[in-house]
């Protein structure tokens, strides 16, 4: 016999952490775009677990590569080579143009592991005297929820009451290309940085802006990692949202769609020696690179590419933002997005965004708010033009949808 809703979220809160606000609803299966609660109620989903569904829930491909894999080997640990190892390795590196990869498994270990990494390739190669390296990072961001990424946050819900924190950050303004040039010192080592903060609510930097960035970081001998956690792998249209501009990472961050949502898989991928400088013992992860996380992904970028994925997210992505644009409602500040990455900012006086969540929930819609006055999109890539417009004819009713 199955549990009731009320039943699920009254255990919950009773033996869970309360470090989460989750929509009220109990979700139990997944195919494609669409899941469905405990009692059969159907939902598009327009969140895909923050990018990390970006294949569609449940694909059958990714799911067929998981199974065989599970029944052959799953782990052992990085003290043994395995023969999915190698093949990942080589998959990712044509897919994306790096030289190496160091594998993890969340997203927030790829950027500690690439924080580790620059810093010793500063102190070995670039000559910055120990214990001065200096990482610049824009305000805003969001890298995770280590100890150590949350140092380095604006945001006092995420950093407030965990300190002390590392030393050894700069914040400055995001899409200000002025402001990071003037935070360079002879110790700046790295510039770390979203190419679109999501967490933020999808905000966008001027034109231009990574073009003048890839310029200041070559000028200066800093590395620039690009954070592409959940703006790589086809959310923005293209394969890497850097392809915009038409720059190249010195270091580049994935995860989340890199599994397809089956598994914790993360990725360091470096164009230059920044991974040369780790020795045997000097950093490493027991389940990193394991035979089934190899796997997995192997598939997961698989199907991203032969089912036209990456070219569906910018076709779909325009529809969908050209469709919010035109809905004529004055609660709407602005509309923001590239790809399958969008947002609608709402203005205060409209009332926190998550009441419209919650109406879109009525509505058989799935989205979520940040920042308390926008409401974030991001469909799995494989949505289709009848889906984006069944989804823009339920956003419009509640945009326009009066809460007095």
Known sequence: ????????????????????????????????????????????????????VSQGHCHPKILAAMVEQAQRLTLTSRAFHNDQLAPFYEEIAALTGSHKVLPMNSGAEAVESAIKSVRKWGYEVKGVPDGQAEIIVCANNFHGR???????????ETHGHFGPFAPGFRIIPFGDATALEAAITPNTVAFLVEPIQGEAGVIIPPSGYFTEVRELCTANKIMLVLDEIQTGLGRTGK??????????????????????????????????????????GQHGSTFGGNPLACAVARAAMRVLVEEGMIENAALQGARFLDGLKDIRANTIREVRGRGLMLAVELYPEAGPARRYCEALQGKGILAKDTHEHTIRIAPPLVITSEQVDWALERFASTLTQDFS
Request: glycine share 12%.
């Open 239 to 280: 394969l890497l949202a850097e392809q915009h501009e038409g720059i190249e990472a010195d270091v580049t961050l994935l995860g989340k769609a890199l599994s397809g949502g089956f598994y914790p898989v993360s990725a360091v991928l470096s164009n230059n020696d920044v991974l040369g400088t780790l020795r045997p």
């Open 146 to 156: 280590t100890l150590g990424i949350v140092g380095f946050s604006t945001d006092p």
């Open 1 to 52: 016999m199955s549990r009731s809703v009320i039943d699920l979220l009254a255990t919950e809160a009773r033996f869970g952490a309360q470090n989460y606000q989750p929509i009220g609803v109990v979700l139990t299966r997944g195919e494609g775009v669409w899941v469905w609660d405990t009692e059969g109620k159907r939902y598009l989903d327009c969140l895909s677990a923050y990018s990390a």
